[in-house]
């Protein structure tokens, strides 16, 4: 059985975009769905414990080894045990919130994870589909053209070969400020084509998922 593992990030989520988007997406999606909601359940920061458990025996791990191990095995499994993937990940100061940064934290493990080969990850080869809402435009000739640092970062991690290796496609409904910030209130009909086109893009990919 199909099994789709859906995070998500935004902090406000009873106004999300990228959460309204996404649900498009498991709406149309046919298999079962295991969702982590980051907003409600921030997963600890990697910390020391965390980073030297990788490399120390379970038998001889610390009580905090021991507790960072137990956390990271939770939502490794989590992850491998799930063959696509949505991720509804705004954008935050440019790049990717916080609590997402720290979830991808947990999950990239050297020799088990990540860093396997290339080609070789266990995930390589699924599909995985991020979904970005973003208050502003940043497409060719927007003035913050080349200023979006969250695509360029989440397309390596998740989909270089030594990495994740997965199959990742992206959908950035923009301008999400226009309907409440008055400087923007004229690009509101470039946001409202922006918001269906994503809306779309969600259904036609848990379309083709749906028939992989
Ligand atoms: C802490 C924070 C930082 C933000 N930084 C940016 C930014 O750098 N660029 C931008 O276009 N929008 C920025 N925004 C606006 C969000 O990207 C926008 O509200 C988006 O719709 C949030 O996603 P959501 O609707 O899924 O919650 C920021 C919002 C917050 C709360």
Not at 63 to 75: G, K, N, R, S, Y
Not at 102 to 110: E, G, I, R, T, Y
Not at 149 to 160: E, F
Request: glycine letters at 8%; proline letters at 7%; aromatic letters at 6%.
């Amino acid at each position: 059985m199909s099994c789709l593992l859906r995070v998500n990030a935004s902090a406000t989520p009873d106004t999300s975009f990228s959460r309204r988007v996404a649900d498009t997406f498991t709406e149309t999606w046919t298999g079962d769905v295991v969702t982590r909601d980051l907003a409600h359940s921030p997963v600890a920061h990697l910390d020391a414990a965390g980073i030297t458990a990788r490399a120390t025996a379970p038998g001889e791990r610390t009580a905090e080894q021991a507790t960072a191990a137990a956390l990271q095995d939770e939502l490794v499994e989590e992850f491998l045990g799930a063959s696509a993937y949505l991720f509804a990940v705004p954008m935050y100061n440019y790049s990717i919130p916080s609590v997402f940064k720290a979830w991808l934290d947990q999950v990239m493990v050297p020799g088990r994870t990540i860093g396997l080969g290339p080609g070789a990850a266990p995930t390589a080869g699924r599909t995985a589909v991020v979904v970005s809402a973003r208050g502003g435009g940043y497409g060719p000739g927007a003035p913050q053209h080349g200023k979006d640092h969250l695509v360029p970062a989440l397309r390596t991690i998740l989909s270089d070969t030594v990495l994740f290796g997965l199959d990742l496609h992206f959908i950035t409904p923009e301008l999400t400020f226009a309907p409440t910030v008055d400087q923007l209130r004229p690009l509101l009909h470039l946001h409202e084509e922006s918001l269906a086109d994503s809306h779309d893009l969600a259904r036609r990919h848990a379309e083709k998922l749906n028939h992989a």
